[in-house]
């Protein structure tokens, strides 16, 4: 029976209202650190600043085009930057110094806090737990960091929260819609991170077999099979279907399905110039402790738990849902890592994060898991222990975190050297060497050189591969010719017949297509036309080095 009009809408309004203001909440403090690490220190990560300066190239480049955004990483993080990017006329630092992608990981990492939030209230979680493990989870150091650094890992964690929420919601319910809902944010999970497609294909065995098992699901064989079928696709496609039109799309515009694979800026091309890491075990094994210490313990009490309620079998099913969603992405990370197509980030564990707060919900879930109202009681004792509990686990993590960020340059490399150095300031102490803040300074200076030059459409050649941040500080960002350029193959060929007037070249290793070609510059065997300009060195050991040499128009005589 629906319920009236007047009731149903005070009935919604406080969930609305307070999903709202933590998704809000979390939001300001987000936009706030990302303000000071971004704008004030110069900290943005390099893939952060990479996608802003390739979404700002749709529109600036000399030869603009949707193909800018480029097709070895995934879509999405790209065009949702797009339309904003034109701000950088009355902004300048949206993009110069990446603050754009900053504030796209706020606003993801904002709405996993919501969803947090929203999972909980699905689970009839009390109050005072409820507070505490969104609280908890919202100002864990590397949720944090990763919601103010401009990094995907914040739309990954979102869409996954996101799509385990519609999971348990169809576990609890079968509710085919959300299960649609979770297909989804599957789907979108993958245009944001390539690891989403593993959780898909994990998910898809769970929902087959949960809803093969299901009590209520159709009688006979054939029937039954059709059940399964719809449900895996409905959780599955999305996903499927993200990956065949990304893929079709790359194989069209560059020849190629699987750019993270085959391009020289792919993954396996960065691990190989990289030379060969060492490899261990311990590595992945003291990062995921440090980000989730407790995880293990924590499992075999949710799987107790379930064990104990009368509704055994959908209760285990539950605590498959994040196992299976979170627990997949990490065993991913951990294989390609072992295997040597991997580097060894403390990043890409993350994921443990929110698969602890799923199996804490879980826990913490009351036993009559049923929608509807349900009656006031005075569980007042249970409501502190849920709270203590939720300290506990989720507090034990954002401290061996947070020691890890602020202690361990090698393990936790690319926090340790932009969190500690915060930390270092904002306390008045003096920041540990070597610092990554600032160390975009010198690909500034190159900018502003260029910018001085005062040059003509497409005539100052540079792989955006390695000139991505020169590239978003100029103020003229078309009077450079790009990778994605039509035009910059011939034109790295033979600059002078193609009206090129500066080139540039990194001097600090990693992958340049101009540097490839043009090794020979300042030496008797190069070219007579390429005369040097002067070079911009580091400003931090983080930093490029650039020398910039001048085109003549007709060869110089040997």
């Not at 409905?234 to 085959?262: D, K, N």
């Amino acid at each position: 029976m629906a319920l009236p009009r007047g009731r149903r809408i005070r009935g919604l309004r406080p969930r609305l209202s307070s999903t709202s203001g933590w998704f809000l909440g979390a939001l300001a403090i987000y936009v706030a650190i990302g303000a000071a690490l971004v704008l004030v220190h110069d900290g943005v990560m390099e893939d952060a600043l990479a996608r802003v300066s390739a979404a700002s190239s749709v529109w600036s480049s000399s030869d603009p085009k949707l193909a800018a955004i480029g097709y070895v990483w995934t879509p999405l993080p790209v065009l949702v930057m797009v339309p904003f990017t034109p701000l950088r006329a009355v902004w300048p630092e949206l993009v110069s110094r990446g603050y754009l992608a900053a504030l796209l990981s706020a606003v993801a990492m904002a709405a996993a806090v919501a969803s947090t939030w929203g999972l909980l209230g699905d689970l009839r979680v009390r109050p005072l737990p409820r507070s505490v493990v969104t609280v908890l989870f919202a100002l864990s150091p590397m949720v944090v960091f990763y919601a103010s650094n401009g990094m995907t890992e914040a739309l990954l964690v979102a869409l996954l929260l996101a799509a385990a929420r519609g999971l348990l919601d169809w576990v609890r319910s079968g509710n085919p819609i959300a299960l649609v809902a979770a297909g989804l944010f599957l789907g979108l999970g993958y245009l944001a991170r390539y690891e989403a497609l593993v959780a898909a294909a994990a998910l898809a065995v769970l929902v087959a077999v949960i809803s093969a098992m299901r009590p209520g699901t159709l009688r006979g064989p054939a029937r039954r099979r059709d059940a399964v079928v719809v449900d895996v696709l409905l959780a599955a496609g999305p996903t499927a279907v993200a990956f065949i039109l990304w893929a079709l799309i790359s194989w069209l515009v560059v020849g190629s399905p699987f750019e993270q694979f085959t391009s020289a800026y792919g993954n396996a091309a960065l691990l190989a110039d990289a030379g060969t890491p060492s490899v261990s075990i311990a590595t992945p094994a003291r990062q995921l402790s440090w980000l989730a210490p407790v995880l293990a313990p924590l499992l075999v009490l949710a799987v107790v738990v379930a064990l104990v309620r009368r509704d055994r079998w959908r209760s285990l099913a539950l605590v498959a849902v994040p196992v299976t969603m979170f627990g997949s992405v990490l065993a991913f990370e951990w294989a390609t890592y072992l295997t040597g197509n991997l580097f060894g980030f403390l990043r890409y564990q993350i994921t443990a994060i929110p698969l602890v707060v799923v199996l804490l919900a879980l826990v913490l879930a009351r036993r009559d898991l049923k929608r509807g109202r349900s009656r006031r009681v005075a569980d007042f004792p249970r409501a502190v222990g849920g709270g203590l509990l939720a300290v506990a686990v989720l507090g034990a993590g954002a401290v061996t975190s947070g020691s890890a960020m602020l202690d361990e340059p090698v393990d936790a490399t690319q926090e340790y050297h932009r969190v500690a150095p915060l930390v270092a300031s904002a306390l008045g102490h003096p920041a540990p060497s070597p610092s990554a803040l600032g160390m975009w300074a010198s690909d500034r200076a190159v900018a502003a050189r260029i910018d001085a030059m005062h040059l003509p459409r497409g005539s100052v050649l540079v792989d955006s591969g390695a000139g991505f941040a020169v590239v978003a500080a100029s103020h003229h960002p078309d009077s450079f010719l790009i990778t994605s350029d039509d035009g910059f193959d011939t034109a790295l060929a033979d600059p002078p017949a193609h009206g090129i007037r500066v080139v540039l070249r990194s001097e600090s290793g990693g992958v340049d297509a101009v540097r490839t070609r043009w090794s020979s510059f300042g030496t008797p065997a190069g070219p007579g036309w390429a005369h040097p300009a002067g070079g911009v060195a580091p400003a931090t050991p983080f930093s490029s080095a650039w020398s910039l040499w001048i085109v003549a128009a007709t060869p110089s005589p040997r």
